[in-house]
């Protein structure tokens, strides 16, 4: 099934039959415009925006499906195409003939050059007339760095004699296996690298015979053919691999799971209408600094908060100045009292809505009659600004069958009676659309670590406990220019290294079971968030659980552990 390439529109048309009958929406969605819709991102943007109809009316996600319904997709394909190349690009410079913009690792340089029309010129997703965007020096799909881009067929033409020209100077760093014998003339002669080298420096490692890795400048400013992936070459041929986990690469032994350690930093050329000298360097802090400050000028705005010349020595977190932080595409109050919640917090939510809908899928409620059975309940263990919480009610809850759910309640527990009436706010806030008699959540003053001594979830068979506990070693000194100064300690610092509060929730747990208090369902699930390198560790401390699934983040550390009690327990 191919877009339309003359309408805005893309229309596909599908018939429920009978062996259909009872699919979830989105889960038909997914499986029966798989050509169009690739993932359950794509299909949920597409209901976001309203374009799912049954029935020639718009519908929810959540929606049972009856035999002979007609489902009806209206998509835009600009946004389509929009999402499916969504890509995050830093644009370094522009003007009307060229652009110099920054490709992360992972990207290819042909899915770059299809998602050039949503980054430059205001981002329409359209070609402008006279307009044609082409990467000008390419990098293998692991290499980050920086990418020419010429805006016009004539503009293309002149920057591409300048790189075969070699007037286009490109400076890439590589971090390669081994003491990089510089000095040694004999080593050149019969190994003549097809570029230049300089600022090189050692460190020691713990892998490779030689015990040290090298750090390299490489200089590509001739008119020669070599490209990144003919420089991974010789590095192989020459026997110091660079760094990285691909097969043109070799893995440092203290460091798994590394992407290729090669990034191309710097361009320079004349620019051809102008014949002004370009040089751009991407430094990775400076850029992210100058990110950072400019989401933060962005933030104060919005709530009118005037802008001085000090802001470049302000460390208070955004979050404290405007009272408020977006998380899970909500908005939430935050306090001192509060944490500001995170990105890698939203692993937790996302895990607890599927399992919910995996479970709404399967036909589970379908036949439960009585209160017990037709549940689904969450504790949410320190609960904070109760982000974790209120995230997964809002999102079941707004897409919620109500003659075929269960009830859906969460209660949220913390020791802080401060973050306790921020988080009923947040709850007001968000959930009031939802609930009339405020019968699907509560937040009560609580120690999950004595979970056993504190009788109101006693007997509440929950389905889900979730806790995000504090976890760094409080032998730890921040930094004096960390923003997590400003945020409480206790919601933060924990001591054995960090993993006290994961020991005491699973002995209050074991305690619970001896009591037969049933806090838990027999088949209920933890969810736990944990710090990088942690995870082996909190697997080991709640022995008789079983970690049925790990959850990496996007730097690739394992964040959120999900757990089963052994039936043999």
């Known amino acids: 099934m191919q877009l339309d390439s003359v309408t805005e529109l893309c229309n596909l048309t599908r018939i429920v039959d009978q062996n259909e009958s009872g699919t979830r929406l989105e889960k038909f969605v997914c499986q029966n415009f798989r050509s169009v819709i690739i993932s359950k991102k794509l ?39 929009k999402d499916k190349l969504e890509m995050p690009v830093a644009i370094i410079l522009e003007d009307e003939y060229l652009a110099v913009i920054c490709k ?112 390299l400048d490489i200089i590509l400013n001739n008119s020669s053919a070599i490209s ?62 100058e990110q950072k400050k400019n989401e933060t000028i962005k933030e104060l705005q919005r709530y009118g908060i005037e802008i001085t010349d000090q802001l470049d020595s302000e460390i208070i977190p955004t979050a404290y100045i405007t009272g408020e932080k977006e998380f899970f595409k909500l908005r939430f109050f935050v306090s001192k009292d509060t944490m500001v919640p995170r990105p890698s917090t939203e ?55 109500q003659t075929i759910s269960p009830h859906v309640f969460g209660l949220g527990l913390d020791i802080n009676s401060s973050a306790l009436e921020i988080a009923r706010k947040n709850a007001e806030r968000h959930l009031k659309l939802f609930v009339s008699d405020n019968n699907n959540y509560d937040f009560q003053k609580g120690d999950f670590t004595s979970l056993h001594n504190y009788g109101l979830v006693h007997n509440k068979h929950f389905d889900i406990l979730v806790c995000n506990p504090p976890y760094l070693d409080i032998a730890r000194s921040l930094p004096n220019d960390d923003v997590r100064n400003f945020e409480p300690p206790e919601a933060l610092f924990a001591e054995e290294s960090g993993y006290k509060f994961y020991r005491l929730l699973y002995e209050s747990l074991e305690h619970s079971y001896i009591k037969k208090l049933d806090i838990l369902k027999e088949d209920s699930l933890i969810i736990l968030e944990v710090g990088n390198k942690m995870a082996e560790k909190v697997k080991k401390i709640f022995t008789g659980w079983e970690c049925i699934k790990a959850i990496r983040d996007h730097q690739g550390f394992e964040r959120c552990l999900i757990f089963i009690r052994n039936s043999s327990k």
């Open 104 to 215: 992360n690792a992972g990207v290819s340089i042909r899915n770059l050059q299809e998602a050039l029309s949503f980054v430059l010129d205001g981002g329409s997703g359209l070609v402008k007339e006279g307009k044609e965007y082409t990467c000008i020096n390419q990098t293998q799909r692991a290499v980050n760095g920086l990418i020419i881009v010429s805006k016009t067929r004539e503009i293309k033409t002149k920057l591409m004699t300048l790189l075969k020209s070699g007037s286009i100077r490109q400076s890439y760093r590589v971090l390669c296996h081994g003491k990089f014998p510089l000095d040694d003339e004999t080593f050149f002669h019969n190994h003549t690298p097809p570029f230049a080298l300089q600022n090189v420096t050692f460190t020691r490692s713990t892998s490779g015979k030689e015990k040290y890795i090298t750090t």
């Open 228 to 289: 990144s992936a003919g420089i991974q070459e010789y590095f192989i041929q020459v026997h110091h691999p660079i760094v990285g986990s691909n097969s043109r690469s070799k893995e440092l032994k203290s460091c798994k799971d590394k992407s290729l350690m090669m990034a191309l930093l710097e361009v320079t050329f004349s620019h051809p209408i102008t014949s002004e000298e370009i040089k751009k360097v991407r430094q990775r802090e400076l850029k992210f600094f």
């Open 347 to 401: 692993y937790l939510v996302r895990e607890i809505i599927d399992l919910y809908l995996n479970k709404l899928d399967s036909g589970f409620w379908k036949d439960r009659g009585n209160d017990d059975d037709n549940m689904f309940s969450i504790l949410d263990c320190g609960t904070g600004s109760g982000c974790i919480l209120i995230s997964v009610l809002h999102c079941i809850l707004s897409q919620k069958v």
């Open 43 to 81: 299909c949920r943007d597409c209901f976001k925006r309203g374009e799912i109809f049954v029935n020639g009316k718009p519908a929810e996600s959540s929606r049972l499906l009856h035999e002979g319904d007609i489902i009806d997709l209206q998509i835009d394909k600009l946004a389509l195409k």
